[in-house]
């Protein structure tokens, strides 16, 4: 049982005891102490004034001594306006200490015998490569598994590639016409960056077309609609639907093509799937989902021959599910997709990580499925819903080349760790050290910006101050860590065992008890964490850990303490600093150095 446990229980008998209130054990308002007053946790009393008819101060002198009688670990309390601040001896601490300090699973909770949570992120296109935008979606999706691995949850990773319409057959047209036959290997370029080219390229001509067809007299709304580009690929997506072999084979090799791109992408960035679904797998999937829905009258046919559903009544409008030519739609793709995975995985939820501005799509998911056709898994359907990412220079355009690709980000950021670790100085490193050195720093510093921010919240990606080594990022941290493994390796050849136990009554210096006090924070905050799906929660207490032990370590001397004991139990903070870092990175998807 936690502190707080302990201490919300016997609150619960105290003001039994005292005034006769029921109360639950887990509705006490117990809070840290601010640091400008003496005690390690508060109560708030005043819930419990008008039921005891006395004085807030007295009611919180009353609940004081009860407790301190009750909960062998109190060593005292002070009253302030109402406020109790509890005392936590010293003997908690050290215990606490001596338990985790070594413990490598320190914050994970065994995995559970329960159904599993199904993520699915990344969704990429297949007519370009993976973007800045792409990058969140991904290192969320990824952080999101881990920590809800990390909560003892079963975890199914999944993708859905977008890879059948308008759009592929878009990049399709564009190399039949301009390409000459060019390969990945022909251009010595990755095939996700080959294929996007295309589609740049396609929207080049295509502009130039409308503007000759506007000369020409042409109405701007026909020209978008009649340019001869934009014909052959809607004729071009006609033959794929209808199985031209020819078409089919062209789709084949370049999604090929893309795959290949992707996944030398995932592997860098440190993503993995458990299963791959290809929308051209599964677009037809929910036809018999949205027949059922006919038959049980929850959908109705419109007079143009599409088939929709009405959700007035839940203060949306109607959707459609079915084109009047009976071909499918996204909403049709994601009723069936979820049925597939219900049945392949029977999950407890089903998270999807998608931006912002498909909120409205996944509201009527959820209504549609829940709601009308009454399926019980439509009311697993969690949208994670994150907002757009941007660089200073403003918001990225995919068909007009302006976007910045995963890749080129990935490298810019390896340059930024080359030059923002050598200019640290002391460095000696092999190359191909060096060289994993900067890739473990650049992704890093990716990683933990994106993921130190709400993840509900728009926000402005800045490659420079990312990698600054002294503010709130991971280059600070993966210092922190570095710095601690040296001072253990001194330790070590100093002949220090520092597993060796320490006598339960030893007393901390308040820096001492200060670290120890927001390690004890972590498991709670991944509980936290993985409650609210948002790595950002992690990121910050990381940080907060980091910077709490920086000042430790500039205030207490560790190596240079001539009471062995006291050296010792300095070490064991340090060790379980260092363990909680690389485990809470971990879970944002960041690796940590030995040194640095």
């Given at each position: 049982?936690?502190?707080?446990?302990?201490?919300s229980?016997?609150?619960?008998?105290?003001?039994?005891?005292?005034?006769?209130?029921?109360?639950?054990?887990?509705?006490?308002?117990?809070?840290?102490?601010?640091?400008?007053?003496e005690?390690?946790?508060?109560?708030?009393?005043?819930?419990?004034v008008?039921?005891?008819?006395k004085?807030?101060?007295?009611?919180a002198?009353?609940?004081?001594?009860?407790?301190?009688?009750?909960?062998?670990?109190?060593?005292?309390?002070?009253?302030?306006?109402?406020?109790?601040?509890?005392?936590?001896?010293?003997?908690?601490?050290a215990?606490?200490?001596?338990?985790?300090?070594?413990n490598?699973?320190?914050?994970?909770?065994?995995?559970?015998?329960?159904?599993?949570?199904?993520?699915?992120?990344?969704?990429?296109?297949?007519?370009?490569?993976?973007?800045?935008g792409?990058?969140?979606n991904?290192?969320?999706?990824?952080?999101?598994s881990?920590?809800?691995?990390?909560?003892?949850?079963p975890?199914?990773?999944?993708?859905?590639?977008?890879?059948?319409?308008?759009?592929?057959?878009?990049?399709?047209?564009?190399?039949?016409?301009?390409g000459?036959?060019?390969?990945?290997?022909?251009?010595?370029?990755k095939?996700?960056?080959?294929?996007?080219?295309?589609?740049?390229?396609?929207?080049?001509?295509?502009?130039?077309?409308?503007?000759?067809?506007?000369?020409k007299?042409?109405?701007?709304?026909?020209?978008?609609?009649?340019?001869?580009?934009?014909?052959?690929?809607?004729?071009?997506?006609?033959?794929?639907?209808?199985?031209?072999?020819?078409?089919?084979?062209?789709?084949?090799?370049?999604?090929?093509?893309v795959?290949?791109?992707?996944?030398?992408t995932?592997?860098?960035?440190?993503?993995?799937?458990n299963?791959?679904?290809?929308?051209?797998?599964?677009y037809?999937?929910?036809?018999?989902?949205?027949?059922?829905?006919?038959d049980?009258?929850v959908?109705?046919?419109?007079?143009?021959?599409?088939?929709?559903?009405?959700?007035?009544?839940?203060?949306?409008d109607e959707k459609?599910?079915?084109?009047?030519?009976?071909?499918?739609?996204y909403?049709?793709?994601?009723?069936?997709?979820?049925?597939?995975?219900?049945?392949?995985?029977?999950?407890?939820?089903m998270?999807?990580?998608?931006?912002n501005e498909?909120?409205?799509?996944f509201?009527?998911?959820?209504?549609?499925?829940?709601?009308?056709?009454?399926?019980?898994?439509?009311?697993?359907?969690?949208?994670?819903?994150?907002?757009?990412?941007?660089?200073?220079?403003?918001?990225?355009?995919s068909?007009?080349?302006?976007?910045?690709?995963?890749?080129?980000?990935?490298?810019?950021?390896?340059?930024?760790?080359?030059?923002?670790?050598?200019?640290?100085?002391?460095?000696?490193f092999?190359?191909d050290?060096?060289?994993?050195?900067?890739?473990?720093?650049?992704?890093?510093?990716?990683?933990?910006?994106?993921?130190?921010?709400?993840?509900?919240?728009?926000?402005?990606?800045?490659?420079?101050?990312?990698?600054d080594f002294?503010?709130?990022?991971?280059?600070?941290?993966?210092?922190?860590?570095?710095?601690?493994?040296?001072?253990?390796?001194?330790?070590?050849?100093?002949?220090?065992?520092?597993?060796?136990?320490?006598?339960?009554?030893?007393?901390?210096?308040?820096e001492?008890?200060?670290?120890i006090?927001?390690?004890?924070?972590?498991?709670?905050?991944?509980?936290?964490?993985g409650?609210?799906?948002?790595?950002?929660?992690?990121?910050?207490?990381?940080?907060?850990?980091?910077k709490q032990?920086?000042?430790?370590?500039?205030?207490?001397p560790?190596?240079?303490?001539?009471d062995e004991?006291?050296?010792?139990?300095?070490?064991?903070i340090?060790q379980?600093?260092?363990?909680?870092?690389?485990?809470?990175?971990?879970?944002?998807?960041?690796?940590?150095?030995?040194?640095?």
């Amino acid at each position: 049982m936690s502190l707080e446990n302990t201490i919300s229980t016997a609150l619960q008998s105290t003001l039994k005891e005292l005034y006769n209130i029921d109360v639950e054990a887990n509705a006490s308002q117990i809070q840290p102490t601010r640091k400008e007053f003496e005690g390690d946790l508060t109560i708030v009393v005043f819930p419990y004034v008008k039921m005891a008819r006395k004085a807030p101060d007295m009611v919180a002198k009353e609940i004081g001594d009860k407790l301190c009688e009750k909960v062998g670990f109190l060593t005292g309390y002070n009253v302030v306006k109402g406020y109790l601040n509890l005392s936590i001896a010293d003997s908690f601490w050290a215990g606490y200490l001596q338990e985790n300090h070594s413990n490598e699973q320190y914050g994970i909770v065994p995995t559970k015998d329960e159904a599993p949570v199904l993520i699915e992120y990344s969704s990429p296109n297949t007519n370009k490569p993976l973007h800045l935008g792409h990058v969140r979606n991904n290192l969320l999706g990824h952080s999101v598994s881990q920590i809800a691995a990390a909560c003892g949850h079963p975890v199914v990773q999944v993708n859905l590639v977008n890879d059948r319409g308008i759009h592929i057959c878009k990049s399709m047209v564009a190399w039949l016409r301009y390409g000459n036959g060019e390969t990945p290997e022909s251009a010595n370029i990755k095939g996700d960056h080959l294929v996007g080219n295309y589609y740049v390229e396609f929207d080049k001509h295509y502009k130039e077309e409308q503007k000759e067809l506007i000369e020409k007299g042409m109405s701007e709304e026909d020209a978008a609609q009649q340019a001869p580009i934009l014909l052959e690929a809607r004729e071009m997506l006609r033959k794929w639907e209808a199985g031209d072999e020819t078409v089919r084979n062209l789709w084949k090799q370049m999604n090929q093509w893309v795959y290949t791109g992707f996944d030398a992408t995932y592997e860098r960035l440190g993503i993995h799937f458990n299963k791959t679904y290809y929308e051209s797998e599964t677009y037809l999937l929910g036809k018999a989902l949205v027949q059922e829905g006919l038959d049980k009258g929850v959908f109705y046919k419109h007079e143009d021959g599409s088939v929709r559903v009405s959700l007035t009544d839940e203060g949306l409008d109607e959707k459609v599910l079915l084109r009047k030519d009976g071909t499918s739609v996204y909403m049709t793709q994601d009723l069936g997709t979820a049925q597939l995975r219900y049945e392949e995985f029977k999950p407890q939820k089903m998270i999807y990580v998608v931006g912002n501005e498909q909120n409205y799509h996944f509201d009527v998911l959820k209504l549609v499925l829940g709601k009308k056709l009454g399926k019980e898994f439509g009311n697993s359907i969690y949208h994670l819903s994150y907002g757009m990412v941007e660089l200073p220079s403003g918001k990225m355009k995919s068909r007009e080349g302006t976007v910045v690709d995963a890749d080129d980000l990935m490298d810019s950021m390896f340059n930024e760790a080359k030059e923002g670790t050598e200019s640290l100085g002391k460095f000696n490193f092999e190359a191909d050290e060096a060289a994993a050195l900067y890739e473990m720093v650049g992704l890093g510093a990716l990683k933990y910006f994106i993921l130190k921010v709400d993840p509900t919240k728009n926000m402005l990606f800045n490659p420079a101050e990312s990698i600054d080594f002294n503010g709130n990022t991971a280059p600070f941290i993966q210092y922190t860590h570095a710095r601690i493994k040296s001072l253990l390796r001194k330790a070590a050849d100093q002949g220090i065992d520092v597993s060796t136990a320490l006598p339960s009554d030893i007393a901390l210096e308040g820096e001492e008890k200060q670290v120890i006090k927001v390690l004890y924070k972590y498991p709670q905050t991944v509980l936290s964490a993985g409650d609210s799906f948002s790595p950002a929660l992690i990121a910050n207490y990381i940080y907060d850990l980091a910077k709490q032990f920086n000042h430790f370590y500039q205030e207490t001397p560790i190596m240079k303490e001539a009471d062995e004991q006291k050296r010792l139990l300095r070490l064991q903070i340090s060790q379980f600093v260092a363990l909680t870092i690389k485990n809470g990175m971990k879970l944002l998807g960041i690796n940590v150095p030995e040194r640095m």
